[in-house]
């Protein structure tokens, strides 16, 4: 398997406009994970889907911020309009369910720059 | 609601040496604790997996254990090499948190030869 994809994998954009950011879990996997990574606030979990369904949106930082997973393979997170305070590296992971919670496995992330 | 505490934040060691990596965690009803290693400009790469029934699991030079009741993982990595150096990560999902992980700060390694 090609692990998790995300694209793109550097995006530089002006204050105000639009982002939206990809993902492709890994096949068989039903969990999907949205983390940001900063300097100052570390990992941060943004929000997460089992079995395309949200199921816990609370790190969402503001309304400008939404996510979706339309289907079992695809996932995208929108930023509407950005702010420089956006700026970080935004981080898919994905896992598969059991009784227990199992390892995720991330992809390269998305390097974000808002100016 | 689930704390994860790495120390050191910063550790370097000629190569060779046998290291320890500390992580501590709030929340003793953990589902499990995962390590990861990030290096500069990367993603994280998952190192070991512990479940909250195990008491330590090791791949290759690593080796991480896990105690619930003083609320403490380590990560201890034999005859380190240069190749080691990155961000070494800790993270806990528990009972309160279901599957969303809680992640330490990290500790950044640096392995000189």
């Known amino acids: 398997d090609a692990g998790v994809i995300q694209s793109p994998r550097h995006e530089v954009t002006e204050m105000g406009q639009e982002v939206t950011l990809r993902c492709k879990p890994i096949?068989?996997?039903?969990?999907l994970f949205w983390y940001r990574q900063t300097m100052m606030r570390g990992l941060e979990l943004l929000i997460y889907f089992n079995n395309n369904v949200p199921i816990d949106d609370s790190g969402m930082p503001e309304d400008r911020f939404s996510a979706k997973m339309p289907n079992a393979s695809f996932s995208t997170l929108k930023i509407q309009p950005s702010e420089p305070r956006d700026s970080a590296v935004y981080f898919c992971a994905s896992s598969y369910s059991g009784t227990v919670p199992s390892e995720q496995y991330f992809g390269p992330g998305t390097r974000l720059t808002v100016t | 609601k689930q704390e994860v505490t790495q120390i050191p934040a910063a550790l370097s060691v000629p190569e060779g040496e046998n290291l320890v990596l500390n992580c501590s965690f709030t929340d003793s009803a953990i589902y499990n604790l995962q390590w990861f290693r990030q290096d500069p400009g990367k993603g994280l790469t998952s190192l070991l997996l512990i479940q909250s029934s195990q008491r330590e699991q090791t791949s290759g030079r690593l080796n991480a254990s896990l105690d619930k009741s003083s609320g403490r993982s380590t990560l201890y990595i034999a005859a380190s090499q240069p190749g080691d150096s990155a961000t070494y990560l800790c993270a806990a999902s528990s009972e309160t948190s279901g599957s969303r992980l809680t992640f330490g700060e990290g500790t950044q390694l640096t392995v000189n030869p």
């Open positions: 096949s068989g996997h039903d969990y």
